[in-house]
């Protein structure tokens, strides 16, 4: 049953409005044209065959009563004809119809067709009709025994003109009413599409305000249904943040006395390594804990605003160069996107924190890429990071567990650094994998929306 759905789906257009306009018309002409069928077909064929029949029955006993007269009443017919059958008459004494242009008459229209048909039924007498000389009237050709007889019809006597104005009746109101439909649908489907803006650009971390409810009932309805949960959201994270940055900072102050204390601790050859374990495990705390006071005032107050994310970049390369790590970058000059500056260094910094840490050398590549198929131009961008090492790396089976929180084996490390730069990456509607890299070692992968 796939095979012919999908086909009927692709004819549809695709936006609301072309839909909602379709729904419209298709019912509206099929209306007009069953209107049309049932009622103009039937009386219209009544019509012409009428006329055709009072047409041809003039002609036929104007020849009957020519063949009658002597040629010199013939004027007296002829003149009578014209003033009070409104038929041009002329006589053409011993010609004859040519036959081959009999048959190129063709009938084309309907009209032609019960115009030849009633001749036929009233004349009895060879003939032909010629539609194409005069756009206003009709040439009919009698053979009579002794000549033609050629009657010039007026079109007008065969002819209404009814149909066309109803016709032009039925498209000018379809076309009326779809010309309202699109003024009408047109202002729905803005409301529709900024709705929709409005909760990409919250997806990404864009600061927007609440939405101006607008258009439909219903579409009011989401529009307010999208601003307090925008409300909601922010709300939420603002508890979580406070939350931990309350924590962070009360946890703080006791373990500054923890390790204050340790230090003033007598030591004793028995003792000392038991108090410098216990002082690097008080120490590896407080830096846990700054990691998380500096990860929750980040994520809390910072809002997206333009920046160039190569320039950042190379900032962040300096930064680790400075603390002794060998760091190439490759980049285009400059790239302008939406960022939370602060948050993004740090998960840039932690990126090349841990790529100092495991390997020698780092390469750092900034790019934009297609989000489409390859090739497809109009699809939208990502800007793209990749951090390289050459160190051991991680196996494939183990990259996405880095990403959790605490899962470092390392010694001296919190085990944050991934997962906070991939809260970031997310916060800016992007994302982040850890692949094998061309140098040997890891590869971190970023794409951020453009
Ligand atoms: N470039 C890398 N090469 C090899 N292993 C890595 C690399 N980066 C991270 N890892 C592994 O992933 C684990 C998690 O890294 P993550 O940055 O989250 O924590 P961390 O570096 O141990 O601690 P923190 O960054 O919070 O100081 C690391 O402990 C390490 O085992
Ligand atoms: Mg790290």
Known sequence: MGGRLPLFRD????????????????PILLLQAVALQLFYGGHLDVISR???????????????????????DRSWIFREASWRLDLALAFEAGARLNAVERRASMPLLPLEEDLNRALEERLRLPF?????????????????????????????????????LFVIWLVGSALLLSAVAVVFMKNQVRAIR????????????????????????????????????????RRFVGQRTDMLAGISHDLRTPLTRMRLALAMLPRSADTEEDLSALTA????????????????????????????????????????????????VVAPSGLMLPLRADALRRCLGNLLDNARRHGRLIMVAVDTVSRGEPGDEAAPAWAQITVDDDGPGIPAAGREAAFRPFASG??????????????????????????????GGLR???????
Request: charged residues 25%; proline residues 4%; negative net charge.
């Open 410 to 439: 390392a010694p001296g490390g919190t085990g944050l650094g991934l997962a906070i730069a991939r809260d970031i990456v997310r916060a800016h509607g992007g994302e982040i994998a850890l692949e094998q890299s061309p140098l």
């Open 281 to 328: 495990d008080v120490e590896e705390m407080e830096r846990m804990i700054a990691a998380y006071l500096a990860f929750a005032r980040g994520e809390g107050t910072e809002q997206a605003a333009p920046a160039d994310l190569v320039e950042l970049v190379q900032e962040v390369a300096a930064k680790a160069r400075r603390s002794g790590a060998t760091v190439e």
């Open 194 to 233: 900024r709705l929709a803006g409005a909760a990409e650009a919250f997806g990404l971390g864009r600061d927007i305000g609440t939405i101006k409810p607008e258009g439909a009932a219903e579409v009011r309805q989401a529009a307010q249904a999208f601003n307090r949960m925008q409300d909601r959201i």
């Open 128 to 164: 032909d009709t010629d539609w194409q000389s005069d756009p206003r009237s009709v040439i009919i050709r009698v053979q009579t025994p002794d000549g033609v007889l050629h009657v010039e019809a007026p079109r007008k006597r065969l002819f209404t003109a009814t149909l066309y």
């Open 444 to 450: 971190a992968r970023l794409r951020l929306p453009v």
């Open 50 to 72: 009428r006329l055709a029949g009072g047409v041809a029955g003039d002609v036929a006993m104007l020849v009957e009563l020519l063949q009658r007269e002597t040629i010199e």
């Open 11 to 26: 004819l549809l257009p695709r936006g609301l409005l072309g839909r909602s306009v379709l729904i419209i018309l298709v």
